[in-house]
């Protein structure tokens, strides 16, 4: 893939048209490769003119999230360092989860641009519709013990909510455990799954769904009335290899804080963003439903409710308020 996208930085540097010479010297490669370069880039959907006299230039980019595109916005690190690119796929975390398995390294990120079976937690479905938002995941192997792994979750949602407030200057809320939510509605949502051995963490899994241009009639009937978009929030649309590129460069400086500062700091982070302390919640813990005062979160990302003058501690569930 290099080549290939040395290939599209002449092009784009160039503006306007640029020699077949001038770029086959540059990569040290024949005209003909140079050529052959081109059709390639034209059936990965870029418009390029093609002048005998002149040589080529670069007319239009496809709305795709190819990894050299997404690399482009990523301001380097471990996270997204190696992205793999599905047209469809089941799910993005499957696919993840399998790669992990067979010893892929830490960083490595697949994203799609639809998902057939996109897993919500709990066996729950992610709407998934084509070419219009992120499914991105993200292969971690962090040295933790399986019981402080939840946090990376609330990472996740730190790492989603900077990225929309910096791009598009909507407000974003986190709600207990894994969403993201804009005036309500939510945006975003992390399903984290890992593999342990013995007492440590092997890897980790961050799957995450931002919906990015989205309308509403994109979305399944049954996410109408819950779900928003970027697009929806703000009438516009956005390049999303660059809104993904942002949120790699996000998840790696919230995952560089973890391993340097620990759980603790990011579910610090976490809490006082989400301004939990004092609110009264009811939680949906696997059909049994607590009411109480929010008391904050734990290290291990349990939400710690007071009821009736006794702290409960929730690690799992579903908030409604
Ligand atoms: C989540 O689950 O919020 C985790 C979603 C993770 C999705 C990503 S996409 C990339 C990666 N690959 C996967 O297969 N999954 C991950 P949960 O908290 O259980 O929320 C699921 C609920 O959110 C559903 O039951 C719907 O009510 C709602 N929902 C589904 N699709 C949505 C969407 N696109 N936007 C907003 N809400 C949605």
Request: with cysteine; glycine share 12%.
């Amino acid at each position: 893939m290099d080549n290939l996208s040395e290939v599209l930085r002449h092009l784009r540097e160039a503006g306007g048209f640029i020699s077949g010479d001038h770029i086959a010297g540059r990569l040290g490669v024949s005209r003909t490769a140079v050529w052959k370069y081109m059709n390639q880039l034209e059936r990965y959907g870029y418009d390029i003119d093609k002048s005998k006299g002149k040589g080529y230039r670069l007319v239009g980019t496809p709305d795709r999230l190819y990894g050299w595109e997404i690399d482009r916005y990523r301001s380097g690190g471990r996270i997204g360092s190696k992205i793999v690119h599905k047209e469809s796929i089941d799910s993005t975390n499957i696919f993840a989860f399998k790669q992990a398995l067979a010893g892929e390294a830490e960083g490595t990120s697949v994203v799609a641009e639809s998902q057939d079976l996109g897993k919500g937690r709990l066996g729950r479905k992610w709407s998934s519709p084509m070419g219009k938002n992120i499914y991105l995941s993200v292969i971690l192997r962090p040295s933790i013990h399986p019981s402080i792994v939840y946090p990376i979750t609330f990472l996740s949602s730190l790492a989603v909510s900077d990225t929309i407030e910096g791009f598009a200057g909507v407000t974003a809320t986190l709600k207990w455990p894994n969403d993201v939510l804009v005036r309500g509605r939510k945006i975003s949502g992390t399903l984290i799954e890992l593999s342990t051995e013995a007492d440590m963490v092997r890897f980790v899994v961050i799957g995450i769904g931002l919906n990015v241009n989205m309308g509403p009639e994109d979305m399944d009937r049954e996410i109408r009335a819950t779900a928003t978009s970027l697009f929806m929030e703000t009438k516009k649309t956005y390049e999303r290899p660059r809104v993904c590129g942002i949120l790699l460069s996000n998840l790696e400086r919230y995952y560089d804080l973890f391993k340097r500062e620990g759980a603790r700091a990011i579910c610090d982070i976490w809490e006082e963003r989400a301004r939990i302390r004092g609110k009264h919640l009811t939680i949906n813990q696997m059909g049994e439903v607590f009411s109480g005062t929010a008391k904050g979160i734990d290290r291990d990302g349990a939400i710690l409710l007071e009821i009736g003058g006794t702290t409960k501690k929730i690690l799992a569930g579903d908030v409604n308020f």
